[in-house]
Structure formats: structure tokens, C-alpha cells
């Protein structure tokens, strides 16, 4: 299966050839003044019912297109209309290599940004360093509890900011802190603890949107001059 080109359309589904088969893909254009970075948003547990069409993935989608970065989000493995199964994390890692794989072949000269959501942040961080992001952000990752080994991940040697909800019911922000803490980076990760927030930032959904736009705010790229959002 020969992969599809990198769309120009506002909005585009397309199907891209993972390791497991078929990746279910949305790609949305940026909004004017459009810069040279596409993001890559990574959806929560599957398990638990997470898919690329969750309303933080698509909040912090929508943060990052009106900044002026294109946005590409798809579905793990056995998620939607993706082929094959949940694999604990091992697999999803590689789905999102495929997919930057992609991105970098179609569009080679930009800059690749990564963002991921809960189970999502997991992977993402977890292929960081690998994959040499511009940017990471990480919303509420879960650092402590469920099955995903965070002492094994090497923090992003890149710009990278963390959202995380004072009021989660799912992941721990006392362990979020502690872990960041913990890395003794120098510096550290840009902090936003949000208070009266839950894990799906019920009713802090635009929020979440400005606390997105403030933290990447330095680290934009310049704006590609003469681009449109087309």
C-alpha cells in the first residue's frame, strides 16, 4: 500500500499504512499566520474508550491549528477504523513512528511537533527522543499507577510543557510533580497545574486551548511568508 500525500485541504481522513495495517488519520490545515510544523496528537487509553476524537485531543488540536501549526491525529491500532490490537504501548510506540515517518517524508522541511493526552503523553514521550520533536507537549501523563513505566523514559531534549488538572481523578498530580521534580532537569519542563480542573478538563476545555497557545507561544516558528491556511 503506497502512502497517500500530505493533504493541502482543510480537512482531510486518509488512511496511512502502519506496522499493523491501516492508521485511521485526520490532518487539519493551520490557520493563518500558517508556520512550518506539523504536530502530531496522540489520543488516551483505548481501552478505556480513548480515540483520536476526544475532546482534549481535538482542544489541543484546534490550540495548536491557530497557532499556525498543521495538526495530524489518528487512531492506535484497533482503535476505530485502524487495523489490529491493543498492544500495551509497545505497538502504539511504533503506529506513532510510522505516522512521523510520514510526515517527515511529505513534508521534509518542517518541523515535527508532538502532543499527546494521558496514555497518549506516554507514548509520545516515550518515542521523544527518538523521533528529535521541535516541541512536546504532555497533558496529564500519567506518571504514576496503570502499567506504563515512566522511570524508563528519557525526558525530551526539546522544548516541553506539561498540562496538568489539580483535580484529576485518574493520574495522580502529586505523582506528576513529584516525577517531574524527580528528573532534575535544567530547565525544567514549563508547569501549568490548573486548578478546579479534572482529567477530561470538564467545562475547562478553552482553558486548556489558552494554556496551549501561552506555552508554545516562544517557541513558534517564524511564519512562512506568502503561506495560507490552504
Given at each position: 500500500?503506497?502512502?497517500p500525500a500530505?493533504?493541502h485541504?482543510?480537512?482531510?481522513?486518509?488512511?496511512?499504512?502502519?506496522?499493523a495495517?491501516?492508521?485511521?488519520?485526520?490532518?487539519?490545515a493551520?490557520?493563518?499566520?500558517?508556520?512550518?510544523?506539523v504536530a502530531i496528537?496522540?489520543?488516551?487509553?483505548p481501552t478505556?474508550g480513548?480515540?483520536?476524537?476526544?475532546?482534549?485531543?481535538?482542544?489541543?488540536?484546534?490550540?495548536?491549528?491557530?497557532s499556525?501549526?498543521?495538526?495530524?491525529r489518528f487512531?492506535?491500532?484497533?482503535?476505530?477504523a485502524s487495523?489490529?490490537?491493543?498492544?500495551?504501548g509497545?505497538?502504539?510506540?511504533?503506529d506513532?513512528?510510522?505516522?512521523?515517518?510520514?510526515v517527515?517524508?511529505q513534508?521534509p522541511?518542517?518541523?515535527?511537533?508532538?502532543?499527546g493526552?494521558?496514555?497518549?503523553?506516554?507514548?509520545?514521550?516515550?518515542?521523544?527522543?527518538?523521533?528529535?520533536?521541535?516541541?512536546v507537549i504532555s497533558?496529564a501523563?500519567?506518571?504514576?499507577g496503570?502499567n506504563w513505566d515512566?522511570?524508563?523514559?528519557?525526558?525530551p531534549q526539546?522544548?516541553?510543557l506539561v498540562?496538568?488538572g489539580e483535580?484529576?481523578?485518574?493520574v495522580?498530580?502529586?505523582?506528576?510533580y513529584a516525577?517531574?521534580?524527580?528528573?532534575?532537569?535544567d530547565?525544567p519542563?514549563?508547569l501549568?497545574?490548573?486548578?478546579?480542573?479534572?482529567?477530561?478538563?470538564?467545562?475547562r476545555?478553552?482553558?486548556?486551548?489558552?494554556?496551549?497557545?501561552?506555552?508554545?507561544?516562544?517557541y513558534?516558528?517564524p511564519a512562512?511568508e506568502?503561506?495560507?491556511?490552504?
Amino acid at each position: 500500500m503506497n502512502q497517500p500525500a500530505f493533504p493541502h485541504e482543510a480537512t482531510t481522513t486518509l488512511t496511512l499504512q502502519g506496522p499493523a495495517g491501516a492508521l485511521e488519520t485526520i490532518v487539519e490545515a493551520a490557520e493563518a499566520p500558517v508556520r512550518d510544523a506539523v504536530a502530531i496528537v496522540c489520543h488516551p487509553l483505548p481501552t478505556d474508550g480513548g480515540t483520536m476524537h476526544n475532546k482534549v485531543v481535538t482542544m489541543a488540536a484546534r490550540a495548536l491549528r491557530e497557532s499556525g501549526i498543521a495538526t495530524v491525529r489518528f487512531n492506535f491500532r484497533g482503535t476505530g477504523a485502524s487495523e489490529g490490537s491493543f498492544d500495551q504501548g509497545r505497538g502504539e510506540a511504533d503506529d506513532l513512528r510510522a505516522v512521523a515517518a510520514w510526515v517527515r517524508e511529505q513534508r521534509p522541511g518542517a518541523r515535527l511537533w508532538l502532543a499527546g493526552f494521558s496514555f497518549g503523553s506516554y507514548i509520545t514521550l516515550k518515542c521523544a527522543n527518538e523521533l528529535h520533536p521541535g516541541m512536546v507537549i504532555s497533558i496529564a501523563p500519567p506518571a504514576a499507577g496503570r502499567n506504563w513505566d515512566f522511570s524508563t523514559l528519557t525526558p525530551p531534549q526539546c522544548p516541553w510543557l506539561v498540562i496538568q488538572g489539580e483535580e484529576d481523578e485518574i493520574v495522580d498530580p502529586q505523582a506528576v510533580y513529584a516525577w517531574i521534580d524527580s528528573l532534575k532537569l535544567d530547565p525544567p519542563p514549563e508547569l501549568v497545574k490548573m486548578p478546579e480542573t479534572s482529567h477530561f478538563f470538564h467545562r475547562r476545555l478553552m482553558d486548556l486551548r489558552g494554556a496551549i497557545k501561552n506555552g508554545i507561544k516562544p517557541y513558534l516558528p517564524p511564519a512562512t511568508e506568502g503561506a495560507t491556511s490552504a
